[in-house]
T-cell receptor, first 112, second 114 residues
């Protein structure tokens, strides 16, 4: 079945710096890649997603890139702020399936 | 819309007791998912339903776990008997009609089994 690897498990940056989180997937049939943000004690919430027919998608300070050949996708956060501190999860799904397979998460800390 | 609703928000019980977690999906959503989250194992899909029918229960740990969805607006996850290793946060999520990939999570139930 599908497997999603996520790195790093923890990431600490200074306010204003950029943060990059990377994920790899195993199933070449995967075609949907969402990213979720989970603040402490809260539920995971979708922040951005990308489908396999697109190589990059941007929404203000966050962007996601997808490399189908290498089977990896990345989350980029620019001009980080303390409120970006949270656990970020990548996930993958494939055509015909409603299941999402999640990575193990990255704890991002933005230091003021 | 109130979003996905889960109850209770917190549950503390003793080993061997039966635990029932409840979920109300967003109105009009046709798929419902139960997840378990722990530090060690991350977010694990336990089971999901489409139009009230269980589609994939391969993530259910063992026979002590069962889930039902008697109608489009209600689902339960039951653990009987509960064990300390079942302690986790259990999330319910639902997806909209026609957009089965986007999942909206409920606030979760934090279960502690003593």
């Amino acid at each position: 079945g599908e497997n999603v690897e996520q790195h790093p498990s923890t990431l600490s940056v200074q306010e204003g710096d950029s943060a990059v989180i990377k994920c790899t997937y195993s199933d070449s049939a995967s075609n949907y890649f969402p990213w979720y943000k989970q603040e402490l004690g809260k539920r995971p919430q979708l922040i951005i997603d990308i489908r396999s027919n697109v190589g990059e998608k941007k929404d203000q300070r966050i962007a996601v890139t997808l490399n189908k050949t290498a089977k990896h996708f990345s989350l980029h956060i620019t001009e980080t702020q303390p409120e970006d501190s949270a656990v970020y999860f990548c996930a993958a799904s494939w055509s015909g399936s409603e299941k999402l397979v999640f990575g193990k998460g990255t704890k991002l800390t933005v230091n003021p | 819309d109130a979003g996905v609703i889960q109850s209770p928000r917190h549950e503390v019980t003793e080993m061997g007791q039966e635990v029932t977690l409840r979920c109300k999906p967003i109105s009009g959503h046709n798929s419902l998912f139960w997840y378990r989250q722990t530090m060690m194992r991350g977010l694990e899909l336990l089971i999901y339903f489409n139009n009230n029918v269980p589609i994939d229960d391969s993530g259910m740990p063992e026979d002590r776990f069962s889930a039902k969805m008697p109608n489009a607006s209600f689902s339960t996850l039951k653990i009987q008997p509960s064990e300390p290793r079942d302690s986790a946060v259990y999330f319910c999520a639902s997806t909209p009609q026609g957009r089965t990939d986007t999942q909206y999570f409920g606030p979760g139930t934090r279960l502690t089994v003593l």
